[in-house]
C-alpha cells in the first residue's frame, strides 16, 4: 500500500499546474482575454489530451490518476477549456466504443467533441428524445456524444451542436453549454463505433465521476489558497485579518473539507482502472458525493473570508463558487450519488 | 405582553393597507430600465411623503409625527406584504443630522429629505476600512472657508441614485484614528465626484464606489464639530438597521411562498424530505419576525438599539441564505442553465447579508461583547 | 404591540428564579439531596402549581406566558419536580375535563399526577392499548393521565401507577420515568371529567408544546450563561479561554440559538390563551420545532467549551444535554413538527 | 500510486487474519466484570506478543521488527474488522522511552512493556493544564537522590488499569514554564500514589485522575535530561495516536453496519432520507480511512507525524459524532427511554473525541499554523 502520486504522475502535475497557470484568469475579466486556443494547444502538445486514448495493447495511454492530476490542475486554475469534455468524457466513450481513430483526432486537439446531457445534468442523453438537452463543457465543439439504444446494447451518438443548439448562459464562467429544446431527431445522429456492454458504461461513469470530483477538489484547494493569501495580506483593526481566529478556523474547516474530498477522489481515481467496474463505480460516487457535501460550504466560505470584495462581479472568488456549483450538480448531486451508494450498502444492488 | 396591534395600530394599519392597494403604481416591479425604476422609486418616496408615511417617528419639530417606530414596522411589513416599491431610508441620515446639525443645516437639509426632494447616500466605508471603519484614508483639507477632500469610498449602497452623500473624512491625520475625523454633507454632483456602480457576483449593481478628486465643500457643510465624524458615525450605524425595518421580514416571506411554489410545480410536495426542508424555512422567518418583534418593543420601551441586533442579523443571514440552498436544492440544474431565471441571481444577492452592514464574524464580536467576554 | 413581560410577569419570574435556585442541582450528585419536597411546597405556596386551575369565570388563572416563564426558570435550575407533568400537563387536562377539583387537589401540591405517554414519548397515550407505554414526569405521583375514546370523544381516564410500572433508568436526570410493557386494561381506567372537544386538545397540545418549549429554553439559556461564566474564569495559554475569539464565537451561536429558541416560545405562549387553537398550536409547533432544532447542538457546545470536565458524570454540563435532550423528544420532535407545520403551510389541512 | 497490499502485506495479512480467527478468545466482549475484563486485555497483549505482533515496526534492537508503519496498520484493521480486544498501546510510550532513555533505562522497561508484563499510562494533563499542558504544576523536588512528587493528573487514560507511569513534573519553578518540566518512569503502587477512576457524561469510567503525595521517585528513573520533559512530551504527544492506530475506522464501520441494522430493523429503510443519511454516514467513513491511509503513505516515506494528523482528527470527530446523531435520530425515544440499550452511552462517549488528545478548536489552529496564517 503506498497512497501517493509516483515521481512520474508527480511531474505530470506539474506539467498541468504550469500550463493551468498560464491558461487560467487571475480575475473574471481575464475570461475575454485569455488564449484559449494556445492552451489547447498546449494541453495537445504535453500530451495531455491522449490520457484516455489507447495504446497498441489496447489499454488507456493514462490512468484515472493521470486524469485526475490533470482535471484538478485545470479546475484549479479554472482553466476554461473543455478537457473534462472533449479529453476526457467524449476521448474515453469513443475509445471505449472502438472509434480509435475519433478519439486520436481528438487527443491531436484538431478537433473537440463535448457531450450531450439530459435537462438535469445528471447524465448523458439518451437520444432520440423530446429534449431538453444541454452540451456541457463543448468550447469549440461541433458535436456532442450521446447514446441510442441498440438491439447490441447502448451506442455511442454524435449530435451535431451546430443546428438547434442555442449558447446558454449558464452559471459557470468557464465552461461553455448550450441548449437545444427541440426533440433531437433520429435523423441527427451519427452512430460511432460499436455498442458499449454494461461494463463499459460503468467504467465510463466511474471516470466521469472521478475527473469531476478531481476537477471540483481543484477548484476548492485553489480557493482556500486564495482565502488564505488573502487573509496574510489584508490588514483590518491595524493586524492582518489573518491573525484572527475565527478567519483562520473558516479557512481551517475549508482546509480540512478540501482535502476529505481530494482523499476520496485520489482512491477513486486509482479505482477507475485499478478495480472491477462495480468497485470503481462506487469509490466514483463515494468521491462525488463527498465533494458535492462540500463543494458549495467551501467557496461560500472562502468568499465570506475575502469580505465584500469578494461579494463583487470583478473578483474571482465567484468564479470558483460558480465552476463548483456546477461541478456539484453534473453527473449527479450529492442526494443523487448518496441514494445509488445506498442502494450497494442496503440492498446490495 | 401583546403581539397584536392596539386599536390605534390597527386603525393605522387598516387605512395603510387601504392606501397601498390604491396607491402603489401597477407593474412597477416589471421595469427593466435602470433609470425609470430609480424615477419610480423616487416618485414613490414623493408619494409616500404627501400621505404622510415619511419619517412618522421622527420628532414633530422636524417635520416627523412624533409616532413610536411601532408604525414604522407596520408601513415596513404591510409594503412588503404588499409588494409596494422599496421604502426610502430616511432614518439614519435623518438621525444624524438632527441629532449633530446646526438649526440652519437643519433648515436646510430636513424638509427636502423627507419629501424625498432629494436622495442621500452614506459615505463611510473604503477599500481598506471595511469592517475597521475607523482607518479610513479619505482626506478633507480645510483651504480658508473649504475642505479640500481626497480618496475613494467603496459600499457605498445607493451612490449612483443619491444627490447627497453624508461623507466621513479623516480632518486630522496627527491624532488617534478614531478621533481625526469629520462628517460632511457634500452633493454629489460637485466637481470631482465620480460614482461607479459596483456590479456584485449576481451580475447586479448593488452598490457603488465613490472617488473624490480635490472636492470643495464649504465649511458649514460640516457636520458637527471637527473631530466628532466618528461618533455621528456610530449613531447613524446604529440606527441603519433599525428594529422597525422590517421590510426584509416580508421580502423573506414572499421568497418562501416563491419556494414553496417550485416545489408544489416540481412535484416535490410528497417527499417528507422536502416538507420538513419548507417548514423549517418557515421556522426560521417566524423565529426571524418573532426576535424583530422583541426587539421593536425594547426600542418602543426606551431603550437605545443594542447588540441584541446582532442576533437578529445572524438570524436573518442564515435563513436568507438557507432559503437560497433550498431553492438551489428544488431547482437542482434548472438554477444552473438558467432555465430558472432570476434565481442564481437571488442566491449570489443572499451571500453578503453575511458580509455588508458587519459580517457574521463581527456581529459575534459583538454579541460576545455583549456577554460580557474577556478581551 | 408590546412584546415584552408585563411587570407581573416579571415579578412572578423572579419568584420562579429564585424556587428554582434553592431547588436545582449545582452538580448531579445534588440530585440526590436536594429537597424535592420542599422545593414542591414553595411552588405551591407560592401558587405557581395553580397556574392552570381556572377562576370563578372559568379562565385560567395564569395565561400561556406565565406557564412558559415558571417553566423556563424550572427548566434552567434543573429542577427535579414534575412540573410539566403535574402543575401543567395533567392539571390542564383535568380543568378541560371540568374537573375542577382534582385539578384543584394538584394545585394545592397534596397529590401529584403524571401524563401517560406512548411509546415514542410522542403522544398522550391511547388506553385501552398494547403497550408498551411511558408515565412522564411523574415523580411523587401515584397516577398518570391518558385518554381513551368515548361515544362523545376522546375522555380523560386517569391510570394508576402503583402496579404494572418499572422506574426506568432513562437519560432524563430530573424528571421520572416509568414503563409498563405490558396491555393497559379498560379495568385499570378511572375516567375523569367529561369528554374532550378537539378544540380542547389543540389548546391543551398548543400548551404543552409551549411549555415543553419554555424549559427547553430555560435549559439552554442556563447552560450557555454556565459556559460563559466558565470561560471568564478558566485559565489556559495564561489567558482566561473566554478571550480566544473561537470560544467567544462558540458561545456567540449557542446564545443566538437559545434567544431564537427563546423569541418563538414567547409568541407561542402569549399565543396559547389569546389566538384560536389553530394558530395557538401552529405556533407552539413553530416554537417546539425551533427548540428541538437547537437544543442538541447548543448543549453539545456547551459541554465542549468546558472541555474535558464538560465530558465527566460529576460535572452539570451533561444533565443540561440530557434534559435538552428529553426535551427534545417530548411531544415530538423537530421532524414531526416540521411535518405537522408543512400540513398546514402546503395543504392547508 | 496503490491502495491494494503488497504481496508481502497480503501474505502477513492473510496469516494474521487465520491467527485472529483462531486466538480471539469467545465471549471476551460479553465480559461485564471490569477486572476480568482489564485482565483479558492485558492476557491479550501478551498473547499478541507471543505471536510477534507488538512493536512491530520498532527498532529491531529494542525488540521490534523493523517492519513498515504499514503492518501496524494492518494490524489495527483487521484487529478491528475481526472485533478482537483493543490493541495495546505501546508505541507512544516505547518511543519516548527508546528516543530518550539511558541504555539501562531501555534495557529495564522496554521488553516488560512489549510483553505486556508492565502496562503503562501517561501522567501529563492537569486540572489546570489541559489543552496547555505546559503549565502543569505537579512538582518533582530533588531530594538527594530521589525526587519527591505532589499533584494531581487527570486525563490519564488507563491509569485505572496500569503499572507504570510517564509522568511529567516541575522540576524547576524559576525558568519558562516549558523547560522547567522534566519526565518520570514510574510506578503506580509506590506509597503515595492514589488513582482514581472517572467517570465520564456516558457513566463508564474512561479515564482517571492520579494523585501524587509525597511520592519518592529515584533519580534514576528520570528520562532524558532534567528540564528535558517538554521535548518528551511533544514526542510522546505526536506519535499518540500514529496513522497506524486506525482501529478506530474498523470501530466506526462496525458501528455503522449496527445503525444500519437498526434502520432495517425499524423498517426506514424506504425512506429516501434515511438511505442518505446511511449513505452519507458510509461517506464520511471511507473519507476518514482514505486519508488516514494517505497520512500512513506519508509516514511509510519517511515523514514525521505532522499536523496533517489534525485533518484526519477533525474528520474522525465529525464522522464518529455525526454517526451517534444518526442512531439518535433513528431511535428516537428509545434512546432516552434506555430500550435501545447502550446506545446513549455510544453518543456520550462520542462527545469527548472532540475534547481529549486536542480539542477541535486546536485542531483548527494547528491547521492554521501549518497553513501559514499569521499569529
Sequence with gaps: MLALLSDEQQMLKEVAVQIAGSAGPANPSDLHTRDRAAAWQSLAQSGLLALRTRDDEGRPVGSGVEVAVVAEALGAGLVPVPYLGSAILATELLALAGAHDEAEALAQGVSRTGVLLDRDLSALARVPGDGPTYGWDVDGAAAALALTDSPDGPQVVRVSLETGFVPVAGADLTRTLVRSDGPIGAAHLTPVGRPLSPEDLQRWEALTLTAISADAVGVMRAAVARAVAYAKERVQYGVLIGSFQAVQHMCAEAYVSAESAASATNYAAWAVDELDPTEALMAARTAKAQCAAVARDVTETVMQVFGGIGQTYEHIAHVHTRRALTDRQVFGDEGTQLLRIADVRLTGE | ?375
Design chain 2, 1 to 375: 405582553m401583546d403581539y397584536r396591534d392596539t386599536p390605534e395600530e390597527a386603525e393605522f394599519r387598516a387605512v395603510l393597507r387601504q392606501w397601498l392597494s390604491a396607491t402603489i403604481p401597477a407593474g412597477w416591479d416589471k421595469i427593466d430600465d435602470e433609470e425609470e425604476a430609480v424615477e419610480l422609486r423616487k416618485e414613490w418616496h414623493r408619494t409616500l411623503y404627501r400621505a404622510g408615511y415619511v419619517g412618522m417617528s421622527w420628532p414633530v419639530e422636524y417635520g416627523g409625527r412624533g409616532l413610536s417606530p411601532v408604525y414604522d414596522a407596520i408601513l415596513n411589513e404591510e409594503s412588503g406584504n404588499m409588494n409596494a416599491p422599496s421604502l426610502p431610508s430616511v432614518g439614519y441620515i435623518g438621525r444624524a443630522i438632527f441629532t449633530y446639525a446646526s438649526e440652519e443645516q437643519k433648515r436646510r437639509f430636513l424638509p427636502p429629505l423627507l419629501s424625498g426632494e432629494v436622495s442621500w447616500c452614506q459615505g463611510f466605508s473604503e477599500p481598506e476600512a471595511g469592517s475597521d471603519l475607523a482607518s479610513l484614508r479619505t482626506t478633507a483639507r480645510l483651504e480658508g472657508d473649504h475642505y479640500v477632500v481626497n480618496g475613494q469610498k467603496m459600499w457605498t449602497s445607493g451612490g449612483q441614485y443619491a444627490d447627497w452623500c453624508l461623507l466621513l473624512a479623516r480632518t486630522d491625520p496627527d491624532v488617534p484614528k478614531h478621533k481625526g475625523i469629520s462628517a460632511f454633507l457634500v452633493a454629489l454632483n460637485e466637481p470631482g465626484v465620480t460614482v461607479r456602480p459596483i456590479v456584485i457576483a449576481s451580475g447586479e449593481a448593488e452598490t457603488a464606489e465613490v472617488f473624490w478628486d480635490d472636492v470643495r465643500i464649504p465649511e458649514e457643510q460640516r457636520l458637527g464639530a471637527p473631530g466628532e465624524g466618528w461618533r455621528i458615525a456610530m449613531t447613524t450605524v446604529a440606527y441603519e438597521r433599525g428594529p422597525a425595518d422590517i421590510g426584509f421580514i416580508a421580502a423573506y416571506r414572499r421568497t418562501l411562498r416563491k419556494v414553496e411554489r417550485l416545489a408544489t410545480e416540481r412535484g416535490l410536495l410528497e417527499q417528507p424530505e422536502t416538507r420538513k426542508a419548507l417548514a423549517r424555512a418557515y421556522v426560521r422567518g417566524e423565529v426571524l419576525r418573532l426576535n424583530c418583534m422583541e426587539q421593536l418593543s425594547l426600542r418602543v420601551s426606551g431603550r437605545a438599539p443594542g447588540s441584541e441586533g446582532s442576533v437578529a442579523k445572524l438570524l436573518w443571514a442564515e435563513a436568507e441564505q438557507s432559503l437560497q440552498h433550498l431553492a438551489m436544492d428544488i431547482l437542482g440544474a434548472d438554477e444552473l442553465t438558467g432555465v430558472a431565471d432570476g434565481w442564481l441571481s437571488s442566491y449570489f444577492t443572499s451571500r453578503p447579508v453575511s458580509v455588508y452592514g458587519g459580517s457574521a464574524q463581527i456581529q459575534k464580536n459583538i454579541i460576545a461583547r455583549m456577554l460580557d467576554m474577556p478581551r
